[in-house]
């Protein structure tokens, strides 16, 4: 094996042009890492042109599941967590719920996520 190493340092810019150096110059077969989901949902579309799995080990974008079918992930999407957490918050009867959050992508993602799946 010949293992490569980059930094996206989680900006989606950085992690595209990664991409393209490891599917065209590198021709890198397989790619793992991915920590940002702004980065794995941007590099996604360069990988998946040149039929390149991807193992993501933290991003947890719910974007992410079903983006292509060579993506994989070990670290579970927030739309389980967001489900998880709406059906607490309605079994326990409350009608009234405050969200203090970051204007960040996860943090837009996750409150997707919730309030798709949150019914009060």
Same mark, same amino acid.
């Given at each position: 094996y010949d293992? %490569?190493? *980059?930094?996206?340092?989680?900006? /989606?810019?950085t &992690?595209?042009?990664? @991409?393209? +150096?490891f599917? $065209? =110059?590198?021709?890198?077969?397989?790619?793992? #890492?991915?920590?940002?989901? #702004?980065?794995?949902?941007?590099? @996604?579309?360069?990988?998946?042109?040149?039929?390149?799995?991807?193992?993501?080990?933290?991003a947890?974008? /719910?974007?992410?599941?079903?983006?292509?079918?060579?993506?994989? %992930?070990?670290? /579970?999407?927030?739309g *389980?967590a967001?489900?998880?957490? @709406?059906?607490?918050?309605? +079994?326990? #009867?409350?009608?009234?719920? &405050?969200?203090?959050s @970051? =204007?960040? =992508?996860?943090?837009?993602?996750?409150?997707?996520?919730f309030? $798709?799946?949150y019914? #009060?």
């Open positions: 293992l %490569r190493f *980059e930094d996206d340092r989680c900006d /989606p810019k &992690g595209v042009t990664i @991409a393209h +150096s599917v $065209s =110059e590198k021709r890198v077969r397989f790619v793992t #890492g991915f920590g940002c989901s #702004g980065v794995t949902l941007a590099a @996604a579309s360069v990988y998946n042109k040149h039929s390149v799995p991807m193992m993501v080990l933290a947890s974008s /719910p974007k992410i599941s079903g983006l292509h079918p060579a993506i994989f %992930r070990t670290h /579970p999407s927030d *389980e967001a489900r998880v957490l @709406a059906d607490h918050i309605q +079994s326990t #009867g409350t009608t009234r719920l &405050g969200i203090l @970051a =204007e960040a =992508e996860y943090s837009k993602d996750f409150l997707d996520a309030s $798709s799946q019914k #009060g």
